[in-house]
């Protein structure tokens, strides 16, 4: 293969496509990266993940990312879990009791959009990466070499890029699972999420930086922002035949925020969006040169905050894979283990946690309310339940599980 085309093509320049390209940079890979956004709109995303585990900090930290970071986001060693129907916190879990798993003993409310800000200055300042923004990717072909990406270039021209694989890191919609014909297994919730930001302190109502609130009727979570101005964003689940329009009235966004913290003045919105939420698994991650990483690979509810950090740890495994081959200390069959390594961490964590998650929340039965408070209540009070409880809300466990999978 000719010295310049000796690289990884990666499709997207999310949070994972860009840890992919920074983390194949220090071991010494050259990558291409193409985004189809451009500089003047890339900062312009919807708001989405914004939970950083500590199995991710570590991560981050190690591609020299959480430096920039910490002093965008707020650090929350704590979370909650709250009873909406009685008003009461009904347990506090405190990440403290894993000093001895992790240095980084708390979770760092961090939004994609700033993650992706700064790594994507990382990667432009990186000679082994191409960074290729207002670059649409439109197909691929691979042969016994190598693999050739089409893309559509900003000058609206098609391209041919050849690499020697190439990864899907261009989020659910991938076009690399779609043309290898790779089924994308499991569900969607009928219920979309409303999503509110507002500026307010919910903190005088004894709210911590995240919140998973319990209730029949309405469950939410509730999430803090560093500003300025700081925010705070509240998930509320809708009914699947509400209108867009209705939902994010501002009216009916006030009624529903009063609903859930009556203050008796009108809260300041400062944004909103509705999005669906889909349980699916891609039935493989790789198919011969060609790879899937992130939400092209998986995706889950937002509960949890787990969609946005285990797409970064499948980055993080499969650069090490990539860069092995490129050291030639290995040959491809390395890749399989990181299908059978993420693919088993997506369905027998990642998915299974964030169901239960939201089964959780919305917990009809009052026993079965009863019952989960109960535990969730014996789980924090206990520092030994505490920390096998926060070793898996933490990614730490599925980081290990992963690891010991041949
Ligand atoms: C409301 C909400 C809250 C969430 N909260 C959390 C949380 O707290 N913690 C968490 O871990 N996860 C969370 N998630 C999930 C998280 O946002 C995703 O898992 C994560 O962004 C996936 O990263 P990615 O890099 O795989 O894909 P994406 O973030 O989707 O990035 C894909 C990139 O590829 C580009 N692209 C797409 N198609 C093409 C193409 N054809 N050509 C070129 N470029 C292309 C896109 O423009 C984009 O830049 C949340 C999601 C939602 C909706």
Same mark, same amino acid.
Request: with cysteine; net charge negative.
């Given at each position: 293969?000719?010295?310049a085309d000796?690289?990884?093509?990666?499709?997207?320049?999310?949070?994972v496509?860009?840890c992919l390209?920074?983390?194949?940079?220090?071991?010494g890979?050259?990558s291409?990266?193409?985004?189809?956004l451009?500089?003047?709109n890339f900062?312009?995303?919807?708001?989405?993940?914004?939970?950083?585990?500590?199995?991710?900090?570590?991560?981050?930290?190690?591609?020299?990312l959480?430096?920039?970071?910490?002093?965008?986001?707020?650090?929350?060693?704590l979370?909650?879990y709250?009873?909406?129907a009685?008003?009461?916190?009904?347990?506090e879990?405190d990440?403290?009791?894993?000093?001895?798993d992790?240095?980084?003993?708390?979770a760092?409310?961090c939004e994609?959009?700033?993650?992706?800000?700064?790594?994507?200055?990382?990667?432009k300042?990186?000679?082994?990466i191409?960074?290729r923004?207002a670059?649409?990717?439109?197909?691929f072909?691979?042969?016994?070499?190598?693999?050739?990406?089409?893309v559509?270039?900003?000058g609206g021209?098609?391209?041919?890029?050849?690499?020697?694989?190439?990864v899907?890191?261009?989020?659910a919609?991938?076009?690399?699972?779609?043309e290898?014909?790779i089924?994308?297994?499991?569900?969607?919730y009928?219920?979309?999420?409303l999503?509110?930001e507002?500026?307010?302190?919910?903190?005088?109502?004894?709210?911590?930086?995240r919140?998973?609130?319990?209730?029949p009727?309405?469950?939410?979570n =509730?999430f803090?922002? +560093?500003? *300025?101005?700081? #925010?705070?964003r509240? @998930?509320f689940?809708?009914?699947p035949?509400?209108e867009?329009?209705?939902?994010?009235?501002?009216?009916?966004m006030?009624?529903?925020?009063?609903g859930?913290?009556?203050t008796?003045?009108?809260?300041?919105?400062v944004?909103?969006n509705l999005?669906?939420?889909?349980?699916r698994v891609?039935e493989?991650?790789?198919?011969?040169?060609?790879?899937l990483a992130?939400d092209?690979?998986?995706?889950?509810?937002?509960?949890?905050g787990?969609?946005?950090?285990?797409?970064?740890?499948?980055?993080?495994n499969?650069?090490?894979k990539?860069a092995?081959?490129?050291?030639?200390?290995?040959d491809?069959?390395?890749l399989?283990?990181?299908?059978?390594?993420?693919?088993?961490?997506?369905?027998?964590?990642?998915?299974?946690?964030?169901?239960?998650?939201?089964? =959780?929340?919305?917990? +009809?039965? *009052?026993a079965? #309310?009863?019952?989960? @408070?109960d535990?969730?209540r014996?789980?924090?009070?206990?520092?030994?339940?505490?920390?096998?409880?926060?070793?898996?809300?933490?990614?730490?466990?599925?980081?290990?599980?992963?690891?010991?999978?041949?």
């Open positions: 293969m000719n010295g000796d690289r990884v093509l990666i499709v997207g320049a999310g949070p496509g860009l390209a920074l983390k194949l940079a220090q071991l890979v050259a291409a990266v193409f985004e189809q451009a500089d003047e900062l312009d995303q919807v708001p989405r993940a914004g939970t950083n585990h500590p199995a991710t900090l570590e991560m981050y930290d190690d591609i020299g959480y430096k920039r970071l910490e002093p965008r986001g707020i650090i929350a060693p979370f909650q709250w009873d909406r009685k008003g009461e916190m009904i347990a879990f990440h403290a009791v894993l000093k001895d992790t240095r980084f003993a708390f760092l409310q994609r959009i700033k993650i992706v800000e700064e790594a994507l200055a990382m990667a300042d990186n000679p082994l191409d960074v923004m670059t649409e990717f439109v197909g072909s691979q042969d016994a070499d190598g693999v050739t990406a089409l559509k270039n900003p021209e098609t391209e041919a890029v050849r690499g020697r694989y190439i899907s890191a261009e989020g919609r991938s076009i690399v699972r779609k290898c014909g089924e994308f297994e499991g569900f969607t009928a219920d979309r999420t999503n509110i507002v500026a307010y302190d919910f903190k005088q109502h004894g709210y911590t930086d919140n998973y609130i319990s209730d009727e309405e469950w939410s =509730l803090h922002w +560093k500003g *300025p101005p700081e #925010r705070w509240v @998930h689940p809708t009914k035949e509400e867009p329009e209705a939902l994010m009235a501002p009216e009916a006030q009624k529903r925020l009063q859930f913290l009556a008796g003045r009108p809260f300041n919105i944004g909103c999005y669906t939420v889909h349980q891609a493989n991650f790789r198919v011969g040169r060609a790879l992130g092209s690979a998986h995706v889950n509810s937002p509960i949890g787990m969609g946005l950090n285990s797409g970064v740890h499948d980055a993080f499969l650069a090490e990539l092995a081959i490129w050291r030639g200390e290995t491809e069959s390395v399989d283990r990181y299908e059978r390594q993420r693919r088993h961490i997506a369905v027998e964590h990642t998915q299974l946690q964030t169901i239960r998650n939201k089964k =959780l929340l919305q917990e +009809k039965d *009052p079965v #309310r009863q019952k989960n @408070h535990e969730l014996r789980a924090a009070s206990d520092p030994k339940l505490a920390r096998e409880f926060l070793l898996r809300s933490a990614l730490i466990n599925s980081v290990r599980e992963a690891a010991q999978i041949p």
